[in-house]
């Protein structure tokens, strides 16, 4: 599968390299090819450096793991056009959080979500919300002692889901919930929170959710 990661972080450089590693054909986008920082990240991940523009055309799956604050993914995304992402499946890894004098802040939220307004921006792609509420170290074979983690998602479109899933097992991970449509990424996107916050409250970074049923 052609999959273009949308960001140079950490989040970008851990899923380029787990799927290109796993045989799809990646490319790794981002606002300017020249950027010292930009070109060792894609070789870091081992894969091709593109634009944005470049990356959205050529992908089937399009990963956005760009940051949030100051217009920034809708930037990148405004850099290729909506018209690039039409009919793709767009995986958004985004969190709208910023840290703030008092502590980590939702700059989205209650009533509204990065997930809905990315699928508003996109009305004719298939936004799944997947990724968000975990550490970047984690996203590929999570191991916890407390058993195996969630990782939940949620978009419109089940298709779309369902391609999603399968590739997110492909990471090891065995237990993927869908939460419903995107709306749900009001809640999701809370639990990222909650997760940056339990680990700057202990100082250690090695948990995960897990839904408990009977």
Same mark, same amino acid.
């Given at each position: 599968?052609?999959?273009?990661?949308?960001? &140079?972080?950490?989040? =970008? #450089?851990?899923?380029? #390299?787990?799927?290109?590693?796993?045989?799809?054909?990646?490319?790794? +986008?981002?606002?300017?090819? %020249?950027?010292?920082?930009?070109?060792?990240?894609?070789?870091?991940? =081992?894969? *091709?450096?593109?634009?944005?523009?470049?990356?959205? !055309?050529?992908?089937?799956?399009?990963?956005?793991?760009?940051?949030? $604050?100051?217009?920034?993914?809708?930037? !990148?995304?405004?850099?290729?056009?909506? !018209?690039?992402?039409?009919?793709?499946?767009?995986? $958004?890894?985004? %969190? *709208?959080?910023?840290?703030?004098?008092? =502590?980590? $802040?939702?700059?989205? +939220? &209650?009533?509204?979500?990065?997930?809905? /307004?990315? /699928?508003?921006?996109? *009305?004719?792609?298939?936004?799944?919300?997947?990724?968000?509420?975990? =550490?970047? +170290?984690h996203m590929v074979n999570p191991?916890?002692?407390?058993?195996? *983690? $969630?990782?939940?998602?949620?978009?419109?479109?089940?298709?779309?889901?369902?391609?999603?899933?399968?590739?997110?097992?492909?990471?090891?991970?065995?237990?993927?919930?869908?939460?419903?449509?995107i709306r749900a990424s009001r809640?999701?996107?809370?639990?990222?929170?909650?997760?940056?916050?339990?680990?700057?409250?202990?100082?250690?970074?090695?948990?995960?959710?897990?839904?408990? /049923? /009977?």
């Amino acid at each position: 599968m052609k999959i273009s990661i949308y960001g &140079t972080g950490i989040v =970008g #450089k851990v899923l380029g #390299k787990a799927y290109a590693e796993r045989g799809h054909a990646v490319v790794m +986008g981002t606002r300017d090819p %020249n950027s010292p920082n930009s070109q060792a990240a894609a070789l870091a991940a =081992g894969v *091709p450096l593109l634009s944005f523009a470049e990356a959205a !055309a050529v992908g089937e799956v399009i990963i956005l793991a760009t940051k949030w $604050d100051g217009g920034a993914t809708e930037n !990148a995304i405004n850099m290729a056009g909506a !018209a690039a992402f039409a009919g793709k499946i767009v995986i $958004d890894a985004v %969190n *709208p959080l910023r840290f703030t004098a008092t =502590g980590l $802040d939702l700059t989205v +939220g &209650t009533t509204d979500s990065a997930g809905e /307004q990315i /699928q508003r921006l996109l *009305p004719a792609a298939h936004v799944v919300k997947a990724f968000n509420m975990i =550490g970047a +170290g984690h996203m590929v074979n999570p191991t916890f002692v407390g058993g195996d *983690p $969630d990782m939940y998602i949620c978009g419109n479109d089940d298709a779309a889901k369902a391609t999603v899933r399968g590739l997110i097992a492909e990471l090891g991970w065995r237990s993927i919930i869908d939460m419903g449509d995107i709306r749900a990424s009001r809640m999701l996107e809370v639990l990222a929170q909650l997760w940056i916050v339990q680990g700057m409250r202990t100082g250690k970074w090695m948990h995960a959710f897990k839904l408990l /049923q /009977q």
